[in-house]
């Protein structure tokens, strides 16, 4: 694989496949996934709600809900496989220290009880095995590093005295307090304020370097994608159908799912006219899905779309796309105009750099 | 532009909070026009104060000081039993939580009719269900959904249940609260493409409250931004997306992340600094600096902003 393979593998997902039982029924919310993590790199997963992204992080963390299990596959970090363990105990061991998270919302992640400075040490303490003194210093430093001011002030307030961002500041403190690989981030800014999100996703990024973290990036906005993102893999339905570097994805996409995804940007439609919608919805997951998922919304579908579930076909090499339309036999699809003139625009703009 | 009919004026309206000390002026002399037939949008952070406007409207806020005028006629404060009856009808809003804004407990055939039953504006118990009916497939959803509850549908169509329900009473001017910040990627678009066609068809004005400003661009025709309970621009989408002067509309465009890596990264966000401005001395007022666009800005600035605009720079 070229360049990849000078870089070293963090995280390998291979075949997952993660099942849920409910109310008698089984429901397959990932659906035979591959994924490499690479190290240093951020990876952003894309997909609309119910596309099983979330269930893919979690089952990463061991954060899997009582009903939900591992059916196959392997999670492979440092010689271990994931996917294998069993007991709390086990996962102590990654959790935090190894892999850790900021979720959505800074409104209820964090103890209304506890200042948030307790809230830190207590994961400097835990994980960084530091006492007294020197765990408040580290503190202290941390909520520096996460762009806070007046520290020592800060150290003694409780969650409600700060805003939604300073709050998703203080989770990301706590955190990167563990010293993690890798930093899976769900959704970090969807509850804040554009300016905000903006200071938050530089945040990111600097830390990011600054630690030299490896982030999974999960989100629906294709614009905070644009901004933090080195990969991007596309999830719909449960299955990762494209996979690529951010400008193969935004630029050269394959998968008619990226298409849609794209066309229905506000950005690419024209005032006054309709904006391009994807028609009907997502497949019922509690049923067996036949051929490509996307098939039945797709107006580009073949046959085999329906009969048959796609391969990997290889773009690049670092860009593959789950599509028969990539196959050598299947026809050539005319792209929407306004699609056509966003690539071009893209081509144009990597070419001048 | 000037001769279009007004369908809604907001006058230097004031909206505050609470008593004494912890008196909080939420709303602080806003004044701006809504024509008949237009998408009007308001954008701002949380706490900025456009939620506040939509629900002075809709006369769920008590109104300080100031007046708000529909059709030419004052719609806040002490007003007459038949005009209220009448504008309950015509000012309807569609709400921003498809999850939280339908009555769990009640099936859609209620949920829509509610407030045709509250007005009484139906003549026998067929011509209500045939309302129901319509409003139904006005939003793109069966008929036969009316004997079901809400929890039967997802985000997507709920929202369509909202919408129906403020169609159902036949208004004029619809406020839409965020109506789409909380549904997904692909669903944002067919709801947006129903306000627009449902606009069309049944002649109607909108209020669009958002803070998402690609949706805003794309659907609105003129745009108002606000900032801690003012009106800091207004001016005509396109014209505003270009060309913004006002230091926070700045800040506030350039946050927006772009759904291009290449524009994204080179992009520089700017930050607005509130103490640049020199108004202590120099107090600022709403100005037009040229057609159809105002700036909040004091003399000084305003001629600068004139400036800028004769030599065609952002």
Redesign the interface.
Known sequence: MGELQTKERVLSIQNLIIKFKLRGQVLTAIRDISLDLYKGECLAIVG??GSGKSVLVKSIMGLLDKNGYIDQGQILYQNMDLAQFTTEKDWLKIRGKEIAMVTQDPMTSLNPLKTIGKQIEECVVLHQGLKGKSAYEETLKLLRDVGIHDVEKRYKQYPHEFS?GMRQRIVIAIAIACNPKILICDEPTTAL??????QI??LLTNLQKKYGLTTIFIT????????V?DCIAVMYAGDIIEVGK??EV?FDGKHPYTW???S????L?T?GD?????KG?PPNLFKEVKGDAFAPRNQFALEIDFVERPPFFKVSETHYARTWLLDPRAPKVELPKALQA?FE??RR??NE? | MKNREVLLEVKNLKVEFGKGKSKFTAIDDVSFEIYKGETFGLVGESGSGKTTIGRAIMRLNEVTDGQILFHGKPINGKISKDWEREIIQKIQMIFQDPMASLNERAKVDYIISEGLINTKKYKNEKEREEKVRKALLAVGLLPEFASRFPHEFSGGQRQRIGIARSLVMEPEFIIADEPISALDVSIRAQVLNLLSSLQESNNLTYLFIAHDLSIVRFITDRTAVIYKGNIVELAETEKLFNNPLHPYTRALLSAVPEPNPFKERAKVVEIYDPSQHDYDRNPPSFVEVEEGHFVLANEEETARYREKISLGVS
Request: glycine residues 10%; negative net charge; charged residues 20%.
């Open positions: 609309e709600s939604g304020d554009v300016t905000i999100q903006a996703l530089q629906h906005d294709l614009g905070v994608v644009a901004k993102a951010t400008e935004f849609a995804l794209i229905s940007l506000p950005q439609g005032k309709q904006l391009y919608s994807i919805t966003f625009e893209g703009l990597a750099k």
